[in-house]
């Protein structure tokens, strides 16, 4: 079956533009995950959705990022005003329940954003 | 301490060789770990879970040392497309962040 699908895979934008990142994730899944791996560097955790519960925002580093997602569809992340800084490649992982963390993720192929 | 760390590497080795990494965790409560593979370019893809002392597939096997706190990945036989980067990833004890090193870059000689 189709996978974790993300757009667009390759974003190049001048700083100070938002931009907006899109994640479909495997359907059935439950769980959705944002993440930021900068080069050469490790996964951070952005924001978990589960279903229509309240996202956990924890992991987003300033009020520019915001993420929404309706019930267990489509996921946009939003970056507003980026910033060089905000260079990185933006995965989004989709899960089949929250109830155990034992669940794999499955990842989508990623955004590549380069704020110029 | 960091959540998870993990020795960056590279680690060269011909094929055919044996090689281990190592993950160190600072949770002591954490139960259940993750290898993924990670290629140049691409997402991360699971490779194994741990649940309690190790688990085995193929010429992979990964052992859990709880009390101190890591978890290896022993790659047998190595081939070439083994290269990639493994990346070790800790479930929340609370919480929903999962914890992921910043991965040991593994490059197989031919």
């Known amino acids: 079956g189709a996978g974790v699908s993300q757009s667009p895979s390759n974003k190049v934008t001048e700083k100070g533009k938002d931009v907006e990142l899109r994640c479909d994730p495997i359907?059935?899944?439950?769980?959705l995950y944002w993440y930021r791996q900068r080069l050469g560097q490790g996964l951070e955790f952005l924001i978990y959705?589960?279903?229509?519960?309240?996202?956990?925002k924890s992991g987003l580093p300033s009020d520019r990022f915001s993420a929404e997602r309706t019930g267990e569809s489509v996921s946009t992340l939003t970056i507003q005003r980026t910033q060089q800084e905000d260079s990185a490649v933006y995965l989004c992982?989709?899960?089949?329940?929250?109830?155990?963390?034992?669940?794999?993720?499955?990842f989508g192929p990623g955004t590549r954003l380069t704020v110029l | 301490r960091k959540e998870v760390e993990q020795d960056p590497g590279p680690f060269n080795v011909p094929e055919g060789a044996t090689v281990a990494f190592n993950c160190t965790y600072s949770?002591?409560?954490?139960?259940?770990f993750f290898w993924y593979r990670q290629d140049c370019r691409k997402e991360p893809k699971l490779l194994m879970s741990?649940?309690?002392s190790g688990n085995e597939d193929g010429r992979f096997t990964a052992q859990l040392n709880r009390a101190s706190q890591y978890i290896s990945l022993l790659i047998r036989d190595s081939k070439l497309s083994d290269s990639a980067t493994y990346l070790c990833?800790?479930?929340?004890?609370?919480?929903?962040?999962?914890?992921f090193g910043t991965g040991t870059s593994l490059t197989v000689i031919p």
């Open positions: 359907s059935g899944h439950t769980a």
């Open positions: 990833v800790v479930p929340p004890d609370t919480g929903n962040q999962f914890y």
């Open positions: 959705f589960q279903g229509n519960s309240a996202p956990d």
């Open positions: 949770n002591s409560a954490s139960q259940s």
């Open positions: 992982a989709s899960k089949t329940r929250d109830m155990t963390v034992t669940d794999t993720q499955y």
């Open positions: 741990v649940y309690s």
